[in-house]
């Protein structure tokens, strides 16, 4: 992990090299919403045709007055922000937090974070504020209800949303950001608990470009690879795309495991002999275990997996597109949640299939 650390440093530093070299330029990298940059397929030539907004270059001094560093908000602190915000603050970041139950900002203020009063608060201290929560209706609420981050907004800041919500929403939050004056970056992260606290969680970013060279050096500490994708949206449908598939392979799992354990085979045989073969994932060999012993502590609670089933289906709706195995899957999850199941891990869907 120290390794991971220590190269993530480097990339970012090599980034920032580069990008002071970079011509004002346009390239077709930026007129192909889906080309991809990653971490892991970093190189000099990517980067030297970064185009950059003069506007909005600004100083990154942190209230701490070291300016090597930028001073680092965070909203939201659950499974995944608290996770987050503990690695931000483990690699010498001034952090100040938030979340909607205070009770949570107090281990990360013993470990050296500040609190705030409000996401507003954070916002108005920080130079780049993130924010980790649970669904659309929860960033609308952070972004732009009373004491929202917007008010505390303004040129020279940046908000990078990292909560897994829809493309439109994700607009809106942008449009009310970038009225105040202060850009914004989408960044939803494939990975769990485990990536989060690891830093190895895969940034999906879309937005302001500016904000994502000057937040890669955060993505680089949080997680293993980042992909810039364009415009604000597709961070936001990579990520629903993603979960659209991870929640109906996990419903056909649960299905397996229900089938052959009814017919007599031993779910811990099926588990291994899946680990062995083609269909072989880490998800599967991960979760199998606890499923068959029916220990469901969350890493990713159901409900989101619901939610963002939810938001695919919408997604596909709108384009029209059939995806009959995600809405299948998505009524097993709602079965789960009726049940009670919300906040136990995902793999909790067994339940459904199980009583059926
Ligand atoms: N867990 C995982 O494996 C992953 C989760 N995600 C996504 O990340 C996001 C967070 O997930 P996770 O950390 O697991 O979720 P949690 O349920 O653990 O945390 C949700 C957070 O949202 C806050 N929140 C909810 N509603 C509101 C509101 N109306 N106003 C203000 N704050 C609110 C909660 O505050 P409070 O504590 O006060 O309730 C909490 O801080 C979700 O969008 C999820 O889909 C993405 C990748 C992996
Ligand atoms: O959104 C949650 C994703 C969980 C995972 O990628 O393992």
Known sequence: M???????ACRGAMAQQLNQLAPSCSSSLFTNPFRIQSVRSFSPSLHVVACRRSSIRCSSSSHSGDSEKPAVGFLGLGIMGTAMATNLIRAGYNV??????????EPLISQGASGGASPADIASQCNITF?????????????SGKGGVIHGLGPCKGYVDVSTVDGETSKTISGLVKATGASFLEAPVSGSKKPAEDGTLIFLTAGDKQLYEQAAPLLDIMGKSRFYL???????AMKLIVNMIMGSMMASFSEGLVLGNKIGLDPNTIVEVISQGAISAPMFSMKGPS????????????KHQQKDLRLALQLAEAVSQSVPVAASANELYKVAKCKGLGDQDFSAVIEAIISK
């Open 291 to 302: 499923m068959v012993n029916k220990k469901f502590s969350p890493a990713f609670p159901l």
């Open 2 to 8: 120290q390794h991971v650390a220590r190269m993530s």
């Open 96 to 105: 100040s937090v938030w979340n909607r139950n205070p009770s949570k900002c």
């Open 131 to 143: 924010a980790m929560l649970a669904d659309p209706a929860a960033a609308l609420e952070v972004a």
């Open 230 to 236: 364009g415009e604000v949206g597709n961070g936001a």
